[in-house]
């Protein structure tokens, strides 16, 4: 009976988790329906239990025998092995109290279950085995002199990563598409409000292994911090941070991929003019979420690495796609303008789409001109922080195309001014003449003065 479900969830004894005390920058993440996204963002909160601390767990009296720096360095290894006990739980939390049920209830099929939960499975012995040697390296008094040489020789596990991290924009698509279930909603509700979740919901256990990813480096650098140029753990604690940094940057790229490849799989196209190879060719999706235009019609806009495209969110087939809202502007051609409160002027037969407040408020306008056409969209963000998101997004879009655009320009340079007789000689290319490249700077500058002025229109 599904009036019934939190009954039949078996208890899960809820143990300590710990919280870091910093504040992470999401490198992997999601954004949220009305708000544009890029690469670092804030974790959303999640509740955590109680700290554990190193100097309250174990024999206080070797505390008098070591400095504060080394006692500093003690906590930041303890922090570690707390992390993997704690993340090791959770995720046999989300197997035994999510995924095992809705199995056993019919709630979702297993083929869902598998998209959703993914290798979820397969990190906790990974974790497991990390756990095992931080314990094995703790002497009987707590104290834990070498742990570099153990992250070297595990930290290649991690790339087990690039395949689940890269999973989650599917995921949380189909769950969020599942949550429609009332059967599914009912289950998730009831969960959320047994006191094993600790009020969090099934998305944030299967966002923990990404968390936990991108703390790594932040556990490294605490350790760093408190051990020594001349200490025998030294050399092997930077190696690991250079692994680890390589490691987080290389998944998070894949991810990126992943998600622009999602959603350009899920536009739909009215016509064949629409297709753009701009669209085909993008590999990052710098951000994107729903923004109203000027009549209160609620779109979806995708700003990828060469193109914006705007869209409108509809179902087909029982799956969320998005159906392209006239042509694609490019990156390059594409003028933009923040909008002041009140310059806006509001239009359409859609009443009551903006409340009073909203209706002069959070305006920006994006314009495409090409040959004799103009392209024109006024754009209301969700508040001034999302708008101020989306003109970040825009500008750095610009810069970054401008940019190559300047590199290709100077290498076309430098390969005109090679010898022709000798085309091997890569010291003489050294002599190409500044002055094209100096030419490019100055309508990059040009360019972005311009973009900062009112561009005109409505």
Same mark, same amino acid.
Not at 1 to 20: D, M, N
Not at 105 to 129: A, G, K, R, V
Not at 175 to 181: E, G, N, R, V
């Given at each position: 009976?599904?009036?019934?479900?939190?009954?039949?969830?078996?208890?899960?004894?809820?143990?300590?988790?710990?919280?870091?005390g910093?504040?992470l920058?999401r490198?992997?993440?999601?954004?949220?329906?009305?708000?544009?996204?890029?690469?670092?963002?804030?974790?959303?909160?999640?509740?955590?239990?109680d700290?554990?601390?190193?100097?309250?767990?174990?024999?206080?009296?070797?505390g008098?025998?070591?400095?504060?720096?080394?006692?500093?360095?003690?906590?930041?290894?303890?922090?570690?092995?707390?992390?993997?006990?704690?993340?090791?739980?959770?995720?046999?939390?989300?197997?035994?109290?999510?995924?095992?049920?809705?199995l056993?209830?019919?709630?979702?099929?297993?083929?869902?279950?598998?998209?959703?939960?993914?290798?979820?499975?397969?990190?906790?012995?990974?974790?497991?085995?990390?756990?095992?040697?931080?314990?094995?390296?703790r002497k009987?008094?707590g104290?834990?002199?070498?742990?570099g040489?153990?992250?070297?020789?595990?930290?290649?596990?991690?790339?087990?990563?690039?395949?689940?991290?890269?999973?989650q924009?599917?995921?949380?698509?189909l769950?969020?598409?599942?949550?429609?279930?009332h059967?599914?909603?009912?289950?998730?509700?009831?969960?959320?409000?047994?006191?094993?979740?600790?009020?969090?919901?099934?998305?944030?256990?299967?966002?923990?292994?990404?968390?936990?990813?991108?703390?790594?480096?932040?556990?490294?650098r605490?350790?760093?911090?408190?051990?020594?140029?001349?200490?025998?753990?030294?050399?092997?604690?930077?190696?690991?941070?250079?692994?680890?940094?390589?490691?987080?940057?290389?998944?998070?790229?894949?991810?990126?991929?992943?998600?622009?490849?999602?959603?350009?799989?899920?536009?739909?196209?009215?016509?064949?003019?629409?297709?753009?190879?701009?669209?085909?060719?993008?590999?990052?999706?710098?951000?994107?979420?729903e923004?109203?235009n000027?009549?209160?019609?609620?779109?979806?806009?995708?700003?990828?690495?060469d193109?914006?495209?705007?869209?409108?969110?509809?179902? #087909?087939?029982?799956?969320?796609?998005?159906?392209?809202?006239?042509?694609?502007?490019?990156?390059?051609?594409?003028?933009?303008?923040?909008?002041?409160?009140?310059?806006?002027?509001l239009?359409?037969?859609?009443?009551?789409?903006?409340?009073?407040?909203?209706?002069?408020k959070?305006?920006?306008?994006?314009?495409?001109?090409?040959?004799?056409?103009?392209?024109?969209?006024?754009?209301?963000?969700?508040?001034?922080?999302?708008?101020?998101?989306?003109l970040?997004?825009?500008? #750095?879009?610009k810069?970054?195309?401008?940019?190559?655009?300047?590199?290709?320009?100077?290498t076309?340079?430098?390969?005109?001014?090679?010898?022709?007789?000798?085309?091997?000689?890569?010291?003489?290319?050294?002599c190409?003449?500044?002055?094209?490249?100096?030419?490019?700077?100055?309508?990059?500058?040009?360019?972005?003065?311009?973009?900062?002025?009112?561009?005109?229109?409505?």
């Open positions: 009976r599904v009036t019934s479900l939190a009954s039949l969830i078996s208890p899960v004894k809820a143990a300590p988790l710990k919280r870091i910093q504040t920058q490198s992997i993440s999601f954004r949220s329906d009305c708000r544009p996204w890029g690469r670092q963002i804030a974790p959303a909160i999640t509740k955590r239990r700290s554990k601390l190193w100097s309250e767990t174990f024999d206080l009296g070797l008098h025998m070591l400095s504060s720096t080394e006692i500093k360095r003690q906590e930041a290894i303890f922090e570690l092995s707390q992390g993997e006990q704690d993340l090791i739980e959770d995720l046999k939390l989300a197997k035994k109290a999510y995924r095992d049920p809705m056993k209830l019919s709630i979702m099929t297993e083929h869902e279950l598998n998209q959703i939960f993914f290798t979820l499975d397969s990190l906790i012995p990974l974790h497991e085995d990390l756990l095992s040697r931080l314990r094995e390296a009987p008094d104290s834990t002199d070498h742990v040489h153990i992250l070297v020789d595990w930290l290649p596990c991690l790339e087990t990563y690039n395949s689940y991290c890269s999973n924009v599917a995921a949380k698509a769950l969020d598409h599942k949550k429609q279930d059967r599914v909603h009912d289950f998730l509700q009831r969960c959320l409000e047994s006191p094993f979740s600790r009020k969090l919901d099934l998305w944030s256990f299967l966002d923990i292994p990404r968390s936990r990813l991108v703390k790594y480096p932040l556990l490294l605490e350790m760093l911090k408190h051990t020594s140029n001349d200490h025998p753990d030294r050399q092997h604690l930077d190696e690991a941070m250079n692994m680890i940094q390589s490691i987080v940057a290389d998944i998070n790229t894949q991810t990126g991929e992943s998600e622009c490849r999602y959603y350009k799989e899920r536009l739909l196209y009215l016509e064949s003019g629409q297709r753009d190879l701009l669209i085909d060719s993008s590999r990052i999706l710098s951000c994107h979420g923004l109203k000027n009549r209160g019609a609620k779109l979806h806009v995708f700003l990828f690495q193109v914006l495209v705007v869209t409108r969110a509809i179902t #087909q087939n029982e799956q969320l796609c998005y159906q392209l809202h006239r042509q694609p502007i490019p990156v390059r051609d594409l003028e933009w303008e923040d909008l002041q409160d009140a310059e806006v002027r239009g359409g037969s859609i009443r009551g789409a903006f409340s009073h407040s909203e209706r002069i959070n305006f920006f306008r994006v314009v495409f001109r090409s040959g004799g056409q103009l392209q024109t969209h006024c754009f209301q963000a969700s508040d001034a922080f999302n708008k101020q998101q989306w970040n997004c825009i500008r #750095q879009a810069e970054a195309v401008w940019s190559a655009e300047c590199g290709a320009a100077q076309a340079c430098q390969d005109r001014a090679r010898p022709q007789h000798d085309p091997c000689d890569r010291v003489t290319a050294c190409c003449s500044s002055e094209p490249l100096q030419q490019c700077a100055t309508v990059y500058r040009k360019h972005f003065s311009e973009s900062d002025t009112a561009v005109g229109g409505s």
